[in-house]
């Protein structure tokens, strides 16, 4: 699950005040991805956003098909920025009619991506009006009910050209545990936790029981379709369509690599620094994080409706005050922000995406494939974490592809994010892109 | 060897039944060590320790100072088997007042009813069950 929205309201942390919030430097915004958009987080909670005005058809286009109209000499030229790059995909009139054509020439575009993308990743996307599953609603006494039944649409350009990104890199991660077929992406019209706001969540079992991906509402409007594309707009743009998609692809991997026992979770989650916990009250497990002088942190909350806070912890999880004493309320315990148990772990996060190791471990998975760049900053910013995804991975081709019958990896994942077959030069590539990063390093 | 629990199976549970012959709270590690098949992999909590059965497929707990199971787990792979119910809709008419109360990022959907805690893959309204894990009552 990518949630990051959720936690400008829900976490506690001093950044995530108002004032905070628009005083937070470009790259902490950028870290954050949608998480600081506070007047787009405020219109999706109440539904409507402040001082509207009414789209030009131009407009309603753009937002519907995810590309750019721009209007010169008395046409419209439709761009899809992708890749860094302008890409122009059609010219009509500048007037109602060519709209109506583009609307045609892109749905025959939209319809051939899609078929690309369903023969070479086996992936599938849904449809508009489909139905997916009756939505959760909270009530104020923290129980939950169903519903409406929340309908699919189908992608839009932008959003398919995203996801491909995604997948050249993600590979194999987008296959379904027997590799039969890829997920299924779900493009949803309405929340599907009522009031619970998310950018997309993975899903082990959808309602064919199939692994899946569900998009929530809004998730990628306005959005750069890849991550060069969100370097290209600035630091202080959002999350990419291709890292969401990264991300909840390794989520995809997670299962595939059989994370839903504790033995097996717990083995990845330590080599970052997590620890479970069992609550001696309530006899959930929960996750303890270690700082660099083995303290310890614990994400937690009081109630259902109170927001998660960062508190320290002792060396047996129980929470402690300012004093170091004991205590049994979150409100009473030592709190830190988001930031300060980033600069304090063990391990560094990533990004500011942390809540938990899953989380964390598909942030680090995320830029590991994305592109070389964000695979350099991995390195330099969390060794040990660039470590485990490497491990994670190579796991993942190992299981899907096998090995050669000397016992070596058939296929390795070289810096830009591409498999390709493990040879000497190969190798040499990705101990030369390691090395180098790793001297800088030291040097400093 | 592990017996399944067609007994309980058949019949309404209550918490002080246990599983598996574990009752949390009351059984003794060696007990339930002996129980589960004697053979088990033993790792650290924070406060506490684990023991991983059948390649981790079922885990009992025991908090620290204290020599009794605080929980069992078990894994739905195991619903195979019939050592668990398969499906939510099943878990549903043997647990009474199983009900959803929240939804977590190991993307489940938690349901609890005293005594147990199970989750469901999220994205099917009866997905099959992920884990089950029995805790004692009186906490």
Redesign the interface.
Known sequence: MLQLSKHSFSDNSAENTNDAKFSATPEQLREEGELCGRPRALERKDGTAENKQPLTEAQKFEQKHGVSVETKDGKYFYILKINGQDKELISTDANAKGIEKAEAELAKLKREKIADLEKIFKVSFSQDGEDILKQWVQKDDCSWGRGNMIKARSPNLAELSGIEAALYRAQPSQLTMDGSQGVKFYFLTQHYYKHDVALAYHIQQDKNNRQAIYFEPGANEGKPITEKDADRMGKHQLYSIEAVAHHELMHNAQQNLNWNTPKEKEKWARKLGWLPYEDPNTHETKWLFTGKKDELYRRDQDHCKDAFSWCACGKHGGLENERGSGVSRVKDAKQFTLDQVRDLAAVKPSTRYFVNPLEMFAEGGMKYRINEKRRQELLEDSPRLYDAVKEHDQQELNARYGKEPSGEPKYIRSPNGILVKNTAEARAEIQTFEEKIKKVEKKK | MISDNTSLISKEWRPEQGWLGVV?GHTSIKDAIDRLGGIC?T?E????F?F?FR???I?V?S??QQGTI??L?I??VLAEQGIIPGSLKYAKSMFPNL?????D????EIYESPGI?LAA?????D??V??I?F??VE?
Do not use: C, I, Y
């Open positions: 949390p992999e790792a909590m924070a406060n506490g684990s991983d390649d981790g497929l885990r707990t908090l620290q605080s929980k787990w894994s739905g009900h959803f109360v929240r939804h990022s190991t993307n489940a805690r893959s999220t994205g099917n309204e997905a099959d992920m884990w894990e805790f004692p906490s």
